[in-house]
């Protein structure tokens, strides 16, 4: 399977803290992507990260990728209780159509 | 504009049932997609349109039968379903090839009985 596996599987935080999740991934890509679903409703962009960068931000998102180790991490500084979801990381095949799904980082933050 | 919207939000059928998920977008991309996402799992891919031709099937069962009328609108039509195939099915679309973001529907919670 293509698919990139995330981790935590599951992660539970207070308010304030920051939150950070991890993806590996399997194959080469031009970028990788980050997407936000809540409650099992659609899936939102988050950010996009091509394969010449290390390190890229917005807002209170803040995401590095390692090629070399076919990785990715989002950080989420100041978490909100509205920061409750499902974070899933993207990559686009090369060359296809294809958006390929890691496993996803289930988020709670508590108020 | 920049939503893509599906249809219905709920859909609960039988197994001898005949129905459709529809799907529009009115953002000019060219291409379009269909995801199964089952509970606490990651949206599977399972069908690309690319210039409203079918770019990539991924080995889905023939009950289920995509179909792209034109630029802005995708179907899928569900025959004979099995209650497996209950899931959240999500519709994307981007402006082209994997390289850019995609937008998704909020998606059609489907349940087979």
């Known amino acids: 399977s293509q698919q990139g596996e995330e981790d935590p599987q599951a992660l539970s935080i207070q308010e304030g803290e920051n939150a950070t999740m991890n993806c590996s991934y399997k194959t080469s890509i031009n970028n990788l992507q980050w997407y936000r679903q809540n409650s099992g409703r659609g899936l939102v962009h988050l950010i996009l990260?091509?394969?010449?960068?290390r390190e890229k931000h917005s807002g209170r998102l803040r995401v590095t990728l390692d090629t070399s180790k076919k990785s990715s991490s989002l950080l989420i500084t100041a978490s909100r209780a509205a920061d409750t979801a499902s974070y899933f990381c993207a990559t686009p095949g090369v060359g296809t159509y294809k958006y390929i799904f890691g496993t996803g980082t289930r988020l709670k933050v508590l108020a | 504009d920049t939503e893509v919207t599906q249809t219905p939000k709920h859909l609960v059928m039988g197994m001898t049932n005949k129905k459709s998920l529809k799907c529009e977008q009115h953002m000019g991309h060219r291409a379009m997609y269909w995801y199964k996402q089952k509970a606490k799992k990651p949206p599977e891919l399972m069908f690309v349109y690319s210039y409203e031709k079918l770019s990539i099937n991924e080995s889905v069962p023939s009950r289920f039968s995509p179909e792209c009328p034109n630029s802005s609108l995708l179907n899928l039509h569900l025959h004979a379903l099995q209650p497996e195939d209950s899931a959240l099915y999500l519709c994307?679309?981007?402006?082209?090839?994997?390289?850019?973001?995609?937008?998704f529907g909020q998606g059609t919670r489907l349940t087979v009985v």
């Open positions: 994307a679309s981007s402006p082209r090839e994997g390289g850019t973001e995609a937008f």
């Open positions: 990260i091509r394969s010449n960068e």
